[in-house]
């Protein structure tokens, strides 16, 4: 399954509710997403798309967007 903004968001709103995924550029910045959140997603990740995210990954640019999420998910599963 290939990843849409659409469906990365969908998956986002899944772990927290409260913050605006489609116009927000610093999640992990501004502490939008908690580090439980950033486990969440990772997991959620691996779930959906069924690609695991190394520890070289976790850093807050791969998850301060929507977009940057959708982005690693994407290279994650080119390089699978």
């Not at 489609?22 to 439980?36: A, Y």
């Amino acid at each position: 399954m290939e990843p849409t903004l659409e469906s990365v968001i969908e998956l986002l709103q899944d772990v927290n509710e409260d913050a605006d995924y489609e116009n927000c550029t610093t999640l992990v910045d501004d502490r939008v997403l908690t580090s439980f959140d950033i486990i969440s997603i990772i997991a959620a990740i691996d779930d959906e798309f069924d690609v695991a995210v190394p520890a070289k990954d976790i850093v807050p640019a791969s998850f301060n967007s929507a977009e940057s999420i959708r982005a690693l998910i994407e290279r994650l599963l080119d390089e699978d």
